[in-house]
């Protein structure tokens, strides 16, 4: 229905109804007086009907638009569908505005909107929780009075922002903040915040990994080196030195494999962390083939092994890296104890746990080293290059040995009286008495 106002139609309708009022005045012979009448009529009942709807949009509270006939009907309805046209956009307007906010917000990282002087206009939770900030409170601060690191103030204000800056985060600890600023809007800059700190440890491990390799490797193949320089010159060299050459190089070269080994092994634990375990361990019948496999050596020693171990004790693991955990710590405990050595294996269960644990009465390991033992690499520096031959890999192996198995290795020494390691599989773990 055309329902909309033109300036022709307004006059062709007035003129018909002055032609039909002034017909009916013409007839009855009061032509004037009831056109007068009728246009005072037609003021007052656009009147009525203009005030009806300033009332309704500036007072009333109603949705709806108030009753009118005839022309005003229409205006009331035209308004009232804009009215609502506009209502919709705005609710669509809200929405989207909403599903952003919840999309910056479920981001990983913490992001802000700042004006390109650095008034703070926008930011999203995560940004409050890692710059401390205070929301609404900081809104309409500069960044520079928000994140006052004299680091950052400096790269704001140089205004360069191709690379992005790592700062240690507001109010001090480890944490490290990687800030990203690019351009937003018109006028505004998009700051992107995330937390580096594992990123940057990991960035730290790998390097120091490299490093502690490298500087492993380097000793044996100096080593020998030194003895195939020799060998170069045959007369260097008498039978009784080459012997001893010779046995220098078996020496570097085993200590070269292990670590070779020790460095396939933790990676293989790395590459294949497993959450649940179906294999059954009987690690009874395990220890007593290792105690035998090291028979040699505990003679050489001449340990003396007291063992209390349940042989019905099963659990539920990866049976390579469990034995692996507990031959490490079984040959540590024979390798330091020394010569002469008492040492107490025990495999049993306690408090529905399986406990393991290898008890020396050797030198003992000082408290400042007791943290630092399952690092990679790390050994006791009296022990460094020393006869033992170790590559301070073991009980990194160890470690990780466990943290598959949702356990942790427990060091207990005394300098002069011993040492004991030990762990505990969780109750979900080791199976009930048989
Ligand atoms: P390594 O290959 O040197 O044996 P580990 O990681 O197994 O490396 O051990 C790290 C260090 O812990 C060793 O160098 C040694 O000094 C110390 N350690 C381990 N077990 C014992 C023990 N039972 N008694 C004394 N010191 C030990």
């Not at 017909?23 to 009525?48: D, K, P």
């Not at 306690?350 to 943290?371: C, K, R, T, Y």
């Amino acid at each position: 229905m055309d329902r909309y106002f033109t300036p022709v139609k307004i006059i062709r309708r007035l003129l018909f109804s002055l032609l039909v009022v002034g017909l009916a005045g013409w007839l009855f012979g009061y032509t004037f007086e009831l056109l007068v009448v009728y246009l005072v009529g037609v003021v007052l009942w656009n009147s009525f009907y203009q005030l009806k709807l300033s009332d309704w949009l500036w007072k009333s509270r109603a949705t709806q638009p108030p009753q009118a006939p005839g022309a005003w009907s229409d205006i009331y309805d035209g308004i009232y569908r804009t009215l609502r046209r506009s209502q919709a956009r705005r609710r669509n307007l809200a929405l989207i505005l909403q599903r952003f906010r919840e999309a910056a917000e479920t981001i990983p990282d913490a992001g802000l909107v700042i004006e390109s002087d650095g008034t703070l206009v926008w930011s999203n939770k995560l940004a409050q929780l890692y710059f401390g900030l205070q929301w609404p409170t900081d809104k309409g601060i500069r960044i520079t009075n928000l994140i006052r690191h004299p680091r950052f103030i400096k790269y704001f204000g140089e205004k360069d922002f191709r690379e992005a800056i790592t700062l240690g985060a507001p109010g001090g600890g480890k944490r490290e903040i990687e800030l990203r600023i690019m351009p937003y809007a018109k006028e505004q800059l998009l700051v992107i915040a995330r937390d580096v700190t594992r990123i940057r440890m990991l960035e730290r491990m790998r390097k120091d990994f490299v490093a502690n390799v490298s500087h492993e490797l380097k000793t044996p193949l100096t080593v020998m080196q030194g003895y195939l320089e020799l060998m170069a010159e045959p007369s260097a060299l008498p039978p009784a030195r080459m012997t001893k050459a010779i046995a220098d190089m078996t020496t570097q070269t085993q200590r070269m494999q292990l670590m070779v080994e020790q460095l396939l092994t933790l990676s293989r634990m790395e590459a294949d962390y497993q959450e649940t375990f179906t294999e059954q361990v009987a690690v009874g019948p395990m220890l007593h083939a290792m105690v035998s496999e090291i028979s040699l050596m505990l003679n050489e020693q001449q340990v003396q092994l007291q063992q209390q171990i349940d042989n019905d004790l099963v659990v539920l693991g990866n049976a390579d890296k469990l034995r692996a955990a507990v031959h490490n710590l079984l040959v540590n405990a024979v390798k330091y104890a020394g010569k002469g050595a008492v040492i107490h294996l025990t495999w049993r269960r306690e408090a529905e746990q399986a406990l393991f644990s290898v008890q020396d009465n050797g030198p003992g390991i000082g408290e400042e080293h007791l943290s630092r033992l399952t690092e990679r690499f790390y050994r006791v520096a009296a022990d460094r290059n020393s006869h033992t031959g170790g590559t301070g890999l073991g009980l990194s192996i160890v470690k990780h040995s466990l943290e598959s198995h949702r356990s942790q290795l427990q060091v207990e020494s005394v300098v002069g009286a011993g040492s004991c390691f030990s762990f505990r599989l969780p109750r979900d773990l080791t199976l009930p008495q048989g």
